[in-house]
């Protein structure tokens, strides 16, 4: 590990401690998954609100998707090529009363018993507009495209100490599905609306052009396809580290990877382009604790008046 590694994980463990000391955060036992308490839900609730109205002129449809993607779904996203170290696979018991025994002997006797689990049907969704182009598949897309607004836990397999690293958390997005023009709009729109929004609360946040964490060599030539076209842009703020800053938002363009494979269409006939905007509720919130301290009470009148609370 480099030095700066040493000094970030530092940075990390301490802020982490400071929210488990607040009782912000409430320790699992595994890194990344964290209760949250009433305060620090509170806070949430409160941005969510608060981006509900920045988005009630687009009338969107509102939809809530459980955390679970069906395995057959998410074979069709291309997760799996790019993103394996990420990924969640439910599996659960099948077997009759013997296989039960057995199972139950085994863990009484410290041996491995997972390798008698079997996949289910179903994933733990790894971003929250996945569960939406399986739903609109086979579909041709109104005149004037489709807005929707989602909020999901997705997961992500990535146990870190830095407590803005959850490998279970909320994104609450607004998503579109069109024309190549009404994508590109649509995320142009909510790049600048985000970094409005989150700037009217207090939060020094600026645009970068970013990358995903693709896996592998091969990965890396598609992450810097993907900056070098700039499909991804995310905001990003001061949490555990000031050097270091860590993306509370990002806005992506999906060009017509989802419309090609769900066969969703514009009214024209041609495959649907989508771009997503997100919102990382939890990375929102500790990024506005960061700034105006742990009371809520004593942050910005500004802060506390937009956010009603
Ligand atoms: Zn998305």
């Keep these: ?15 982490q401690q400071a929210l488990l000391g607040a009782g912000l955060l409430v320790s699992s036992g595994v890194p990344g998954v964290y209760g949250l308490s009433g305060l620090f839900e509170g806070i949430v609730e409160a941005f969510e609100r608060y981006v509900t109205r920045m988005g009630q002129h687009l009338t969107p449809e509102v939809i809530r998707f459980p955390p679970l993607l069906s395995r057959e779904t998410y074979l069709r996203t291309d997760h799996i090529e790019t993103f394996p170290d990420l990924m969640g696979s439910v599996h659960s018991f099948v077997g009759n009363e013997g296989d039960h025994l057995r199972l139950v002997q085994k863990k009484e006797n410290g041996e491995a018993w997972t390798e008698n689990l079997e996949p289910t049907d179903v994933m733990l969704v790894p971003a929250a507009c996945y569960p939406l182009y399986p739903a609109a598949a086979n579909t041709t897309l109104p005149e004037e495209g489709r807005v929707v607004d989602l909020r999901a836990f997705v997961f992500r397999h990535e146990p870190s100490p830095d407590p803005a690293r959850m490998q279970t958390f909320r994104q609450r997005e607004y998503v579109t599905l069109g024309t190549a023009e009404q994508a590109l709009a649509h995320r142009d729109y909510w790049l600048k609306r985000g970094e409005e929004l989150l700037g009217a609360l207090g939060l020094d946040v600026k645009p970068v052009i970013a990358n995903d964490p693709f896996f592998g060599r091969g990965g ?14 995310e905001l990003v703020a001061p949490i555990a580290s000031t050097e270091k800053l860590t993306a509370i938002s990002s806005s992506n363009c999906h060009l017509d990877h989802f419309g090609r494979e769900f066969n969703i269409k514009t009214p024209d006939g041609q495959f649907a382009h989508t771009a997503c905007i997100g919102f990382g509720l939890e990375r929102i919130t500790l990024a506005l604790l960061k700034k105006h301290g742990f009371d809520p009470a004593t942050w910005p009148s500004e802060t506390r008046s937009l956010l009603e609370i």
Aim: aromatic fraction near 10%; include cysteine; glycine fraction near 0%.
């Design 220 to 233: 890396r030539v598609m992450a810097a396809t993907q900056k070098e076209q700039a499909l991804k842009y």
């Design 1 to 15: 590990m480099c030095l700066s590694h040493a000094v970030l994980d530092d940075d990390y463990r301490q802020y």
